[in-house]
């Protein structure tokens, strides 16, 4: 969709009337192609309700005998929280504990991606993320943390502007083993 075909996308007109609402006159320049656009970014933003864990991983599971902790840290997250629509962003550490194989280093990003682009709450994002990894891999343990700022409590509400979440999803011997939690925690700079 192009900025300025907004008639083809049902959002628009949802805009319209939002901008209609608020008091704005969405027929000013400034305002036209906006409908358009909201639609168009919400599309790409909520991207991850039209994916699917088997279509995105495609095979790209892997027997091998490595046993040792694999970490990918530092992925983007950008999410929309589900109960303002507000963006919430920071970066997600997976880790998990291969069982004779492993996947594509490239689908843990785009797994994290794939839940992190519906409405979300962080709480329930970080557990997605562990629990398709647990279930496409069924490795010896998956480790989970995200952090991230929410405009929700930055910009309204408590305004709280330097605060950040961080939630854990803990499976297997990320949870019952204190040396992998250690590990895990230690690798991706967590105390």
Avoid: W
Wanted: glycine share 8%; proline share 5%; charged share 20%.
């Amino acid at each position: 969709m192009t900025a300025g075909s907004d008639n083809s996308d049902s959002i628009a007109p949802l805009v319209r009337t939002l901008l209609t609402d608020i008091g704005e006159d969405p027929s000013r320049p400034g305002l036209v192609h906006t409908p358009a656009r909201v639609a168009s970014s919400l599309r790409f933003l909520l991207s991850g309700y039209a994916l699917n864990l088997d279509d995105l991983v495609n095979g790209a599971i892997f027997e091998e005998p490595y046993s040792e902790m694999v970490v990918v840290r530092d992925i983007e997250v950008y999410s929309l929280c589900e109960h303002h629509l507000l963006p919430f962003f920071g970066k997600a550490h997976v880790a998990y504990l291969p069982n004779g194989r492993i996947l594509g280093l490239s689908k843990i990003p785009r797994i994290v991606d794939m839940f992190a682009r519906r409405l979300q709450v962080q709480e329930r994002l970080t557990t997605q993320i562990g629990d398709a990894l647990q279930t496409v891999l069924e490795p010896d343990g998956v480790g989970v943390v995200i952090e991230a700022i929410h405009l929700c409590m930055a910009m309204r509400g408590v305004e709280k502007q330097n605060s950040s979440a961080v939630t854990s999803s803990l499976t297997g011997s990320f949870r019952d083993d204190d040396k992998s939690r250690n590990e895990f925690l230690s690798l991706i700079g967590h105390r």
